[in-house]
């Protein structure tokens, strides 16, 4: 049996690179260190279908047949030429090769092009163009962070080795006694895994985060507080808090979408932006977003060197355009602008609004994906593609922007392609069309 060691592993935006991965006959058997979530990427799992050749169908409600690449290339390049609002959607779960090519593809066919931010950290990255980013790296958090925060977020679900690598448990060079040293804070209306944990827990209203930072932000500019309770929680319990972060050595907030989705959105993240900034006036504090899947925040790096943009990036008028509501792939579907679509390496079958879906059911649609989802069901073609960071190499953006190399530690099934030359291939086609 072959051990291959410090493996990053391609699930969540934590990027643990210390995964072992022991490989037995072409199959990885068993891995060391990952968590069960991380352990099923590597895995395949009893029961799941993988596509291992592409499948064409003209007629959604007939059966898929197998075809050749180059005839499923071809349809393809076919469709997004024809369209008059293709959509090019997804990129989180795969590597930043692959985005390059899909962004060169979405000037090409002059299509919109965006990712899975849209339904989770989009207003988290425009915040940070509207108010800057005072970011760290998690190896910063673990050496340094003596308070700590989670704001709408739940890694003892989401990201089950976060809190033992980097925010909570780990001993680092300034926090020797490791949880002993650090004061945990959960901000979430619900009693979740990662609030039992928590020294303080601000069971906030749902939808009242807004309301909550500006009061602390108020406290901490040395106003009264006018309310005996604010967003649920009391008076007392917020200059408690503001006592605990102006006395931080380091602190640190990580946030994810039980506060960028809920009511105020990107105002929520510009406010708390606006929060860390005025602790930097008393002490050192950064943020982080707790990135879902493993590289959504790669794509919004590399959309945004390409295009100027995060996301929702518009190219219908031959130059890249950004106004989310009008630009993104969801609005464009729920209008029923859209009349074509490819996705890859996400599911927006399974996360999207319903009328969204019900565009997507009727609009031609390319799903390159490795495996069966509730998206790939309603293609009208699938590419099978490898599965970067397991069976192919490639680079991911960590949640704190540090970029990682995967590795290759199986070979993939032989007719499958990675990403980027998939990618490549149609970009190719499309030009000989135009
Ligand atoms: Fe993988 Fe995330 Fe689990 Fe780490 S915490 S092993 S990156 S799923």
Known sequence: MDVIKNVVCPFCGTLCDDIECFVESGHIV??????????????????????????????KKDDFKKIDFDTAIEKTAEILVDAKKPLIYGFSATECHAHIEGMKLAEKIRGIVSNT??????????????????????????????????????????HPRHMSRYGVFPRGFFRSRGRKDRILIVVDPRESDTAKLADIHLKVEPHKDYE????????????????????????????????????????ELFFAMGVTQTTGKHRNIDTAIELVIDLNAQTK?????????????GFNQVCTWISGFPLCVDYSRGF??????????????LRGEADAML????????????????????IPLICIDPHETPTS???????????????????AYRMDGVPLELKKVIDPPESTLADREILKRISKKVEELL
């Open 30 to 59: 068993k891995t060391r260190n990952a968590c069960r979530i991380g352990h099923s990427k590597f895995t395949h799992k009893k029961g799941a279908v993988r596509y291992t050749e592409p499948l064409y169908r003209e007629n």
């Open 117 to 158: 931010a849209e339904v989770c950290h989009g207003p988290s990255v425009w915040a940070l163009q509207d108010v800057g980013y005072p970011i760290c790296t998690l190896g910063e958090v673990k050496n340094r962070a003596d308070v700590v925060i989670y704001w709408g977020s739940n890694p003892m679900h989401a």
């Open 212 to 251: 909550l930072i500006s009061a602390i932000r108020s406290a901490l500019k040395g106003f009264e507080l006018q309310s005996e309770t604010i967003a649920g929680i009391s008076k007392e319990m917020i200059y408690e808090t503001v006592e605990i972060l102006k006395n931080a050595q380091y602190g």
């Open 285 to 297: 504090f950064t943020l982080i977003p707790m990135r879902g899947h493993y590289n959504v925040n």
């Open 320 to 333: 890249p355009e950004f106004n989310p509501g009008d630009t993104s792939v969801t609005d464009s579907l």
């Open 343 to 362: 996705n890859i390496a996400s599911d927006p079958g399974a996360h999207f609004p319903q009328n969204a879906v019900k565009r997507m059911s009727k």
């Open 377 to 395: 069901v309603l293609a009208n073609i699938i590419l099978p593609p490898t599965i970067a960071g397991v069976e192919d190499t490639g680079t």
